[in-house]
């Protein structure tokens, strides 16, 4: 009885991720169809994702227990928000607008190993062999999108794209790097609410001349599913989903299904004409996931030596 229950919980760890990881992949060529008849400019959806997901996350802790956070936090909460929230969707969407879904997808599995080398940069953590040969390795498969492949992907400007794509990937990295221990002083609606509002106060006024120009008759209703996707399911759901997910499974086991966004992105791109696969491409996944991998194995030997 008892390993019934602990594999029903597991399950349930393992079908959140999944449905985290395929939500995310499937934002990428989403965000693609959104922007194709160019009504809705790129900081108009970054708008709507953050003060979309923003609302939400408020309504869903009205339901939860409530957590006193404290002004000085409240700051750090908005340092927080600005680099986990605002520059990282911000340039994600950006960047998606510019490359392929496929490859934008693609350059979101380096940020593992993004968080590893800022760690040994900020916080003075070894990097073994492994570690330092997987971030080779991804980095290698980046530079291959960026560089190699840029001229063969759809989108107006690949190669700027996978760059912004990569420094989302990299924002998001510096706040897991700088806010480690202190995000896990609060439940991750607190967090959420707290740093989407206040990304939500520094995006708007941005984009005041794109909110003046943007002709919302000639959205179409498609274009609105998109945009609702991108907000419910692409990040207000996902970020719950992770959530149950990591609650329920080992950190290695969460990080592994990081690997189905390029996977779902890719063939999701390619059904929908937006994206292609290249060979060129199929060897920056081979050494993109090589080096995650490594980096993965290692980080789970070093958390065993440490435990024991």
């Known amino acids: 009885m008892l390993t019934v ?4 919980y597991k399950a349930k760890g393992h079908l959140a991720m999944l ?15 959104v922007f194709a008849t160019g009504v809705i400019a790129p900081m108009i959806m970054v708008d709507f994702r953050v003060a979309g997901a923003a609302l939400l996350f408020w309504i869903a802790s ?10 000085g936090d409240i ?18 969407i950006l960047g998606v607008s510019l490359t392929s879904p496929g490859e934008a997808s693609l350059v979101t599995t380096t940020m593992p190993m993004w968080v590893m080398l800022l760690a040994w940069l ?14 080779a390795l991804g980095a290698a498969g ?14 107006t400007n690949p190669a700027l794209g996978d760059v912004i794509v990569l420094c989302a990937q990299l924002s998001y990295a510096l706040y897991l790097t700088l806010y480690r221990n202190f995000i896990r002083k609060y439940s991750l609606v607190t967090l959420m609410k707290w740093m989407f509002l206040s990304a939500t106060v520094v995006g708007l006024p941005a984009s ?10 000639a959205i179409s209703a498609m274009e609105w599913s998109g945009i609702a996707y991108v907000v419910v399911c692409g990040t207000f759901l996902a970020y719950i989903c992770i959530m149950i997910g ?7 086991l969460v990080g592994m299904y990081n690997y189905v966004q390029p996977i779902v992105a890719t063939i999701t791109g390619v059904c929908l004409g937006l994206d292609r696969f290249t060979p060129m491409k199929g060897l920056a996944i081979v050494l993109i996931f090589t080096g995650v991998w490594l980096v993965t194995i290692s980080k789970a030997k070093d958390s065993s030596r440490q435990a024991a």
């Open 5 to 8: 229950i602990i594999n029903e």
């Open 19 to 33: 449905g985290a990881n395929v939500m995310w992949g499937l934002m990428s060529p989403v965000v693609k169809m």
């Open 62 to 71: 009205l339901f939860l227990p409530r957590e006193h956070v404290p002004a």
């Open 75 to 92: 700051l750090r909460l908005f340092g927080a928000g600005m680099l986990g929230v605002l520059f990282n969707q911000g340039c994600f």
């Open 122 to 135: 900020i916080l003075r953590e070894p990097i073994t062999l492994k570690k330092a040969g997987g971030i």
């Open 142 to 155: 980046a530079i291959i999108l960026i560089a190699g492949n840029g001229a063969q992907a759809s989108g």
């Open 208 to 217: 005041i001349k794109w909110l003046g120009t943007t002709d919302w008759t």
């Open 246 to 252: 990591q609650k329920r499974l080992r950190p290695t």
